[in-house]
């Protein structure tokens, strides 16, 4: 009975077909997983923490009387500021919002021509793009400052997205995977009398779905989390985004009482729009070339 | 409807400029069924998609019709193309499938949807039209394949070995609906092969293609019964044709009758024969005599030239069974004999050509001799 209450018994029958190693395996995936789920019950919890419970010692990991202090903390916080919360709640759902569409948008068109149209210079430009990838972002600052200032777009939305679209990781996922559509496919579409855009319209992008939702995950999280734009491209405090506001109330909190409540609820605001993002999107991460009826 | 003409194309790749297709040149007749066949690598897929447009022409020219395609992309040329690998695109039901090519065309909707049912019916794949490519199967989406390209109703279909991923009995059944196909679209057909059968049954003409160049352009008739050198020969025809290396002899000094002379026996050529291999200066040297299976009977069947030759394996093919018979060549003799004949190895075999029906090439270049 409690067997068939926890879902045992199927679990058992399942487990029965596999072999040792499977096993085992399966074991380490599972402890694995739990670890990696650590983090994000840790926040939930985190953040519904009274007071008294986010300083006890050792730190507790489960909360133990649930309350909205922290909530009602951050809100009086917020309403304090001179610029309304919802704003940079709206710059950063703005930027976002964007970021992935043309984030996506970029990194496709970018990744097709270096997959699919023979130019002289293809490998060149895919090599310089891979080389990119190990930049550290410390060292683009400079030039990025240099770049958005000299264009003028300092302190506004297009300052914020402009240094995010290009995303070498991006170009390259979506190159190896438009490397697996065979030719024939485009052929036949070019037969069938597509231009070259409606090709990667109708053809690529759609094939191309699973890599394309998981260059929009990381492309929002990456502009989600953000603020190096807002501190250094934004001069005004009404176009920074939410990230930046959060982390300034919780960057002078180094070994201060008052106000870790507040970044604690902080944490989980900008942590769960990525848990929703990846929510949507993983349906679709998951289906691979293998299921698309290509081969 | 039109003819497609190509003039002395070829193609070359890469940097050492490896020239896959050479000098091919031809004339395609309205409403033709031309069949390309050759071996793998030869150079099929490159022509047929020069012609296409999919592929740069490094010299010659193509016309569909009166017009020089040399610089017109492929959606420009009014063709259709069936990929061995189908190529249908995944995303799309087969519906969307059938009606990509029209939608582009920006055809009326109720003109779209009236082509995509008529090809459907034809083809006999009505039922799936709102499935995906990936939940139908091989047989299926070759159907599909070919009814996006009948929609378009083109001036030429082109079609690079549209069955070769099918099982042989489906095989053959498609093979008949694209004969049925060509018959009722009445349409420039280029069909890309392999096989040699499938170039035999279909075409009205065969292109026989070897190291990118163009060995033979005939009807299959023509092509299985006077192939133009060795290669055709044997490439075309199951089980191959028999190639004997041999000299030729004058039987009496001065009588002008001339033997095909092996180690091992001697066979007499018919008078025809012997005035093209007379003319070509070939007596007292040495050439390859070809004769297919079929033209050689058991003892009894044809009056002299007895070879005999000791049993050692056998085919059955059915109706037919062909036994492999060494006379002393490197390579066993094959005759074609009824199902029903029966023998032990090593048993002696007496058997005779049917000469009038051999075929004489030449002992180097492999091409026949004629007038
Ligand atoms: N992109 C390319 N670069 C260099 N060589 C190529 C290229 N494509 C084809 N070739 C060469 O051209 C030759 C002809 O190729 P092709 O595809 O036309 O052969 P095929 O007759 O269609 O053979 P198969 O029956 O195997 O399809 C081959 O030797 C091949 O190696
Ligand atoms: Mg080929």
């Known amino acids: 009975m409690v067997q068939r209450l926890l879902g045992l018994r199927w679990k058992g029958s399942r487990l029965q077909a596999m072999d040792g190693f499977q096993k085992l395996l399966t074991l380490l995936m599972i402890v694995m997983s739990v670890f990696m789920l650590l983090p994000i019950v840790y926040i939930f919890n985190h953040a519904f923490k009274p007071y008294h419970e986010l300083f006890v010692y050792p730190p507790a990991f489960f909360v133990r009387e649930p309350s909205f202090q922290n909530m009602n903390e951050l809100l009086s916080v917020t309403s304090r500021s001179t610029v309304p919360m919802i704003r940079y709640l709206f710059n950063s759902v703005f930027i976002s919002g964007l970021a992935v569409v043309f984030v996506t948008g970029v990194s496709a068109l970018c990744a097709f021509p270096i997959s699919k149209h023979k130019f002289p210079g293809a490998k060149l430009a895919f090599s310089t793009i891979l080389l990119t990838l190990m930049f550290a972002p410390e060292v683009i600052q400079i030039p990025r ?65 699973p890599a394309i939702a998981t260059v929009a995950i990381l492309a929002f999280q990456n502009s989600w989390g953000n603020v190096e734009t807002s501190s250094l491209f934004m001069l005004d405090d009404e176009m920074k985004s939410f990230a930046f506001f959060l982390s300034t109330l919780t960057n002078n909190l180094a070994g201060n009482v008052a106000m870790q409540g507040a970044a604690a609820v902080a944490s989980l605001i900008m942590f769960v729009p990525n848990l929703i993002v990846f929510i949507i999107l993983q349906g679709k991460v998951i289906a691979t070339m293998a299921h698309s009826g290509i081969k | 409807m039109a003819g497609i003409r190509i003039e002395h194309l ?19 007749k309205d409403k033709e069924f031309l069949v390309f066949v050759g071996p793998s690598g030869c150079g099929k897929s490159t022509t047929l998609r020069m012609i296409a447009g999919l592929e740069d022409i490094s010299e010659g020219e193509i016309y569909i019709g009166d017009q020089l395609v040399n610089d017109l992309p492929p959606k420009d040329r009014d063709i259709a193309m069936v990929f061995q690998n189908y190529a249908l695109y995944p995303n799309m039901t087969v519906f969307e499938n059938i009606a990509f090519g029209l939608r582009l065309r920006k055809l009326p909707r109720h003109e779209i949807e009236q ?68 018959k009722t679209l009445e349409t420039t057909f280029i069909y890309v092969t392999h096989d040699q059968i499938e170039a035999m049954t279909m075409a009205d003409r065969i292109v026989v293609m070897k190291d990118g160049v163009i060995q033979q352009i005939d009807t299959p008739e023509t092509v299985y019964t006077t192939p133009n050198n060795t290669f055709v ?53 040495r050439v390859t005599l070809g004769i297919r299976p079929e033209n050689i ?62 075929l004489f090439f030449d002992a180097d270049s492999g091409v026949r001799f004629k007038i």
């Open chain 2, 233 to 285: 020969a044997s490439f075309i025809g199951s089980p191959q044709i028999n190639l004997i290396e041999g000299k030729i002899v004058e039987d009496i000094p001065g009588s002008g009758k001339l033997q095909f002379q092996t180690s091992r026996f001697l066979l007499p050529i018919p008078q025809e024969a012997a005035r093209v291999l007379v003319h070509h200066n070939k007596v007292n040297k």
């Open chain 2, 10 to 28: 070829y193609k070359r790749y890469g940097k050492d400029k490896q020239t896959v297709v050479n000098d091919f040149h031809l004339d395609i």
């Open chain 2, 115 to 182: 082509s995509v049912k008529r090809a459907a019916r034809v083809l006999e794949i009505e039922p799936y039209l709102n499935r995906k490519p990936k939940e139908l199967s091989g047989g299926q989406r070759q159907r599909v394949a070919l009814g996006r390209a009948i929609v378009r109703d083109p001036q030429v279909f082109l079609m690079d070995e549209p069955l070769s991923n099918l099982d042989a009995k489906l095989r053959v059944q498609m093979r008949m609906e694209i004969i049925k196909l060509h």
């Open chain 2, 297 to 358: 009977g058991l003892e009894g069947l044809f009056s002299d030239a007895i070879i005999t030759g000791a049993y050692k394996v056998s085919e059955l093919m059915g109706a037919d069974r062909f036994l492999h018979l060494d006379i002393g060549q490197d390579k066993l003799l094959v005759v074609r004999v009824n199902a029903y004949y029966h023998c032990e190895e090593n048993e002696n075999i007496r058997i005779v050509p049917d000469m009038s029906k051999a």
């Open chain 1, 145 to 209: 400052y240099l770049v958005v200032s000299n264009l003028g777009i300092m302190n506004s939305y297009f300052g914020h997205l402009l240094p995010m679209l290009a995303m070498p990781i991006g170009v390259f996922l979506l190159k190896q995977f438009i490397d697996q559509i065979p030719d024939a496919l485009l052929e036949a579409a070019r037969i069938d009398g597509a231009n070259e855009f409606f090709v990667f319209i109708r053809i690529v992008i759609p094939v191309c779905m």
